[in-house]
């Protein structure tokens, strides 16, 4: 079946500097792919719409300038957060959709953050 | 605003018995409704769709149903197992929706022996 690799699943840093956080289609190519943000007990929030070859489109409230995403190939997109501060420490998990029609969609395990 | 609401208690069942959880929505229009069920510190894992045409879904030992005119899905889990403790979340999909899913907040289930 379709999988999704994240990577790092989880990086701990110093308040400032950035972080870079890979998504990576294993089995299928991936046009589009989408990032997500989890607090604890809270659901998951769509940050940002990943698509190959053009600028990714971000969802209200969500700085584009702090949350980098590069969506270089088909199989990969990157997620770098910039200049971190405690408050951006959260769960990071992306996704794809493998295949045409309904939008299912293939997470990948996801990249826990702690910003000190 | 579009809403999506889940249970946010969590759901205590014995194992053996059937777990049922609800999923509302407003504001949508949904052709699909998608079940995804989140382990601690993991990525969801998608379960079941149901489309709007279809009354109702199932696979193995779970269940889901839609109802347009209520904009409500239920999602039961049968003979219940431990295995099946997890966070289980819904997310309405239009067809102009283009992959961009929007979840509930999910629905905790605890099954115990």
């Known amino acids: 079946g379709a999988v999704v690799s994240q990577h790092p699943s989880w990086v701990i840093c110093k308040s400032g500097t950035s972080v870079k956080i890979e998504c990576r289609s294993l089995?299928?190519?991936?046009?589009?792919m989408f990032w997500y943000r989890q607090f604890p007990k809270q659901s998951l929030m769509l940050m940002a719409t990943s698509n190959e070859g053009s600028k990714a489109t971000y969802e209200q409230g969500v700085e584009k300038d702090k949350f980098l995403i590069n969506h270089a190939s088909l199989t990969l997109s990157t997620l770098t957060v910039t200049s971190a501060h405690p408050e951006d420490s959260s769960f990071y998990i992306c996704?794809?959709?493998?295949?045409?029609?309904?939008?299912?969609?293939?997470f990948g395990a996801g990249s826990r953050l702690t910003v000190l | 605003s579009q809403k999506i609401e889940q249970n946010s208690e969590a759901l205590n069942i014995q194992e053996g018995k059937t777990a049922t959880l609800t999923c509302n929505y407003t504001n949508y229009s949904p052709a699909y409704l998608q079940w995804y069920r989140q382990d601690p510190g993991r990525g969801p894992v998608f379960l079941l769709l149901i489309r709007e045409n279809e009354k109702e879904k199932r696979k193995e030992r779970l269940k889901v149903t839609f109802d347009t005119t209520l904009k409500q899905s239920l999602f039961h889990i049968t003979a219940s197992q431990p295995a099946d403790s997890a966070t289980y979340l819904c997310?309405?999909?239009?067809?102009?929706?283009?992959?961009?899913?929007?979840f509930g907040a999910g629905t905790q289930v605890v099954v115990t022996p």
């Open positions: 089995d299928f190519q991936a046009t589009t």
């Open positions: 997310a309405p999909d239009a067809t102009d929706s283009w992959g961009k899913l929007q």
């Open positions: 996704s794809a959709r493998p295949g045409a029609g309904a939008n299912v969609l293939t």
